[in-house]
């Protein structure tokens, strides 16, 4: 799966967008995917998976996960990597490195932050290859 280029899309229906291919926040408020909303699979053994930007930058769960999500890191650590647990069909759910998910606020057109305990509509994601 490393290389591979997959976007992520909301309970919504919005893509998850590293705004200007990365170096800030990452949101969910694109109804369409191009280059800002495609991410680069890093495979780091099992389950566990980095996410590269656009612009070769890495997301990031601030603080390993309880905060925000940033696309501003440019060397994988612990806070750029990510387990995936499938979901049923395409949908699939990452979690941080502090055991917190990931979450579209509202289920998409918000901000993606690292920072819930359980999983729900809102922490589920669409995985589309390219």
Known sequence: MTG???SLKTSKGQYVVAQNGGGGYVTA???QRDAWETFEVIEQGGDLI???TNDGSFLSAEGGGG???FADRRL????EIFKVIHRGGD???LQS???HYLVAEDGGNQDVNANRDSIGAWEEFHIHTH
Do not use: E, N, P, V
Not at 76 to 79: K, S, V
């Open 4 to 6: 591979s280029q997959i």
């Open 29 to 31: 408020r694109r109804d």
């Open 50 to 52: 980095s996410l590269r």
């Open 67 to 69: 905060r925000g999500l």
């Open 76 to 79: 994988i650590g612990r806070w």
């Open 91 to 93: 949908r699939f759910a």
């Open 97 to 99: 490195s502090s055991g």
